[in-house]
């Protein structure tokens, strides 16, 4: 399905991954000019990218860039049980390959690539960059889940009933947490519209999925200092669902020779489309800034590795 909104092209398409699942994957192409650079979004758990992520999708396409999607195993119009991952090392395969392939299409070659991930979506970037090191040109990371706030995780007595749980009734929905959407999105009408959409998922946190975004959001926290790719960290200082201060010490301590984090005060998780909109105007225009100060049309991957490696060089004289 194809179709064209202010200048935008959309498309979709079905792909099978390598365990035989149909992956729903989308884009979002400017239509009036050639685009700038190459971003893949990773959305949040229970969210989806063709609906919830089309307003930021579209955003960034009307700004010059192409925009690839994908919905996770078990989210969105993918199949599996909704709601349900066996095992997020599986999501993040899916991921690459999608993205590698698009990345290998000769109309992009030698264009950047990019990742934006949003909560889970950011740790799922920030996974991606872990299994291919040199392969992505940088990362906008937006609340990211390198640690479920402590607000909505559960007792650590409960945790560990749960986790001797998972291989016994890995499917079901008994993780005790608090509604995410009230906790989430500070507009009641996005939270109406995320609860009307039949591809978010609603219920309790599935037992094997809650132990997996448990395990790598533990993982990631503890190995924050191999980040090396150029990245832009956005937390709302309000944010109750993912932690502002490991975004906090993503950057401090991450290996990375560009990095930038901005700190919203008085706002919420949902960013990119749970805010009025002067304050989803302040973060666009960031992340428009921080992927144009990086990009600029005409020059070669190859070129802007090049002017990195010799600022790294002459920084370390």
Not at 139 to 164: E, G, H, N, Y
Not at 195 to 201: G, H
Request: with cysteine.
């Amino acid at each position: 399905m194809a179709q064209e909104i202010e200048s935008v092209r959309y498309d979709e398409e079905f792909v099978l991954n390598s365990r035989g699942m149909k992956l729903f994957t989308c884009k979002w192409i400017p239509v009036n000019q050639e685009p700038k650079a190459l971003i893949f979004i990773c959305h949040g758990y229970a969210m989806e990218c063709s609906i919830t992520m089309n307003s930021t999708a579209v955003r960034l396409a009307k700004a010059g860039f192409a925009v690839y999607g994908l919905d996770y195993e078990g989210h969105g119009k993918s199949s599996g049980l909704q709601g349900y991952v066996e095992n997020m090392d599986h999501v993040i395969d899916d991921c690459s390959s999608h993205f590698t392939s698009i990345c290998k299409k000769q109309e992009n070659k030698g264009k950047m690539r990019y990742l934006l991930g949003e909560s889970l979506g950011g740790a799922v970037a920030l996974l991606l960059h872990r299994k291919k090191p040199d392969f992505w040109d940088g990362t906008v990371l937006v609340a990211p889940m390198c640690k479920i706030a402590d607000d909505v995780k559960p007792p650590q007595m409960v945790i560990s009933i749960l986790r001797k749980l998972c291989s016994v009734i890995p499917t079901w929905k008994i993780i005790p947490t608090k509604d995410i959407v009230d906790t989430a999105f500070k507009l009641p009408e996005v939270r109406q519209q995320i609860r009307e959409n039949p591809y978010c998922y609603k219920g309790k946190p599935r037992l094997n999925t809650g132990h997996e975004l448990l395990r790598i959001s533990l993982d990631l926290e503890q190995r924050l200092e191999e980040v090396a790719l150029p990245f832009l960290v956005l937390h709302g200082e309000e944010d109750k669902v993912t932690d502002k201060s490991v975004s906090e010490q993503l950057f401090n301590v991450a290996s990375s020779s560009d990095k930038t984090i901005k700190l919203y005060p008085e706002m919420w998780h949902g960013l990119l489309y749970g805010e009025p909109v002067e304050n989803r105007d302040i973060v666009f225009e960031d992340i428009i800034d921080w992927l144009g100060n990086r990009t600029h049309l005409g020059n070669s991957r190859l070129e802007m590795q090049q002017k990195r490696m010799n600022d790294v060089l002459s920084k370390s004289e």
